[in-house]
């Protein structure tokens, strides 16, 4: 009775049907991009703290999170230092 009811009532308009249809296929967008990112896993964070910004990465290969726990003044000096430690890990591996 119910689906009766949204058949014939609810969903005979075609512009609230198609409003619909584009909800549940955006829904269905935003759920495939998650389980994307579920399945990669994150590999950093970044995050700011009053005039400081602190971060971790984590290094699959060795399977360990870095943290940065004394900040930065800026976000680009917080890259800079997650790149000199990935080049530092890089040159290690060689």
Partial sequence: ?????????????????????????????????????????PTNLTWAEGDRWYGWTYNRSKKRFYFDDIGNESLMGLWEDQWAREEEEIGKMD
Avoid: C, F, S, W
């Fill in 1 to 41: 009775m119910l689906i009766d009811l949204v058949e014939r009532y609810l969903m005979r308009p075609k512009r609230l049907r198609e409003a619909i249809q584009t909800v549940v296929h955006n829904d269905d967008e935003l759920l495939r991009r998650l389980a994307e990112y579920e399945a990669e896993g």
